[in-house]
């Protein structure tokens, strides 16, 4: 029984910033690599960025360079820095995280409910 809950989200202005956080809270041994989904209206979710639990960290190749993700291990929070957004970026960004249970058992995948990202004029 996990639960992860975003925060962070809103409306902002182009070129402006705002930084995610996803918290994750209930019972569990560890959280290995967590992950922000995102997903514009009538398109797929893509994968925007991914971070291990020893912090190595991949990026969607349009958002290297204006997207930071970051995990605080005793929170256990990820977080996403986004800079300069641009009306693109526009969408629910969903937080996802896999989660073990006991030291060498198989990770169970969560989601976040979402929050809600919009990038306007």
């Known amino acids: 029984q996990v639960q992860l809950v975003e925060s962070g989200g809103g409306l902002v202005q182009p070129g402006g910033s705002l930084r995610l956080s996803c918290a994750a809270s209930?019972?569990?041994?560890?959280?290995?690599?967590m992950y922000w989904y995102r997903q514009a209206p009538g398109k797929q979710r893509e994968l925007a960025a991914s971070i291990s639990r020893d912090s190595t960290t991949n990026y969607a190749d349009s958002l290297k360079g204006r997207f930071t993700i970051s995990r605080n291990n005793a929170k256990n929070t990820v977080y996403l820095q986004m800079n300069n957004l641009k009306a693109d970026d526009t969408a629910v960004y969903y937080c996802?995280?896999?989660?073990?249970?006991?030291?060498?058992?198989?990770?169970?995948?969560?989601w976040g409910q979402g929050t809600q990202v919009t990038v306007s004029s």
């Open positions: 209930g019972t569990f041994f560890r959280i290995d690599t």
């Open positions: 996802n995280a896999d989660v073990a249970s006991g030291l060498n058992t198989r990770t169970r995948n969560y």
